[in-house]
């Protein structure tokens, strides 16, 4: 059973920061092909936030371009997303995404439980 375990959300206020993480786990060995974050606000699509590909390649939203860093850990197989410069519009529930393939098994994508980042002015 694959498991994506976030923390790290939290209350902040505006200009602070937070770091997410999300752990990836499962029963049997696995490929991951791309992991990313997501957020939600209210009233609002669900919408990419950074996503980093197997190859390593990293992606960010343009509104969160130099205030957000991803980065990942392969031997945990665990991604992290750095927020710095935090604003009240990034206030949203954040979620893990992964797309990968537990052995002896179909490909598929993957979400965790959420975790809510509060920015305050």
């Known amino acids: 059973q694959v498991q994506l375990v976030e923390s790290g959300g939290g209350l902040v206020q505006a200009g602070g920061s937070l770091r997410l993480s999300c752990a990836a786990s499962s029963g049997s060995f696995f490929t991951i092909y791309a992991m990313g974050w997501y957020r939600q606000a209210p009233s609002k699509q669900r919408e990419l936030v950074a996503g980093v590909t197997g190859g390593g390649n990293i992606e960010y939203a343009d509104a969160v371009k130099g205030r957000f860093t991803m980065s990942r850990d392969n031997a945990k197989n665990t991604v992290y997303l750095e927020m710095n410069s935090l604003k009240p519009e990034d206030t949203a529930v954040y979620y893990c995404?992964?797309?990968?393939?537990?052995?002896?098994?179909?490909?598929?994508?993957?979400w965790g439980q959420g975790t809510q980042v509060s920015v305050s002015a």
């Open positions: 995404n992964a797309d990968l393939q537990p052995s002896g098994r179909g490909r598929s994508v993957y």
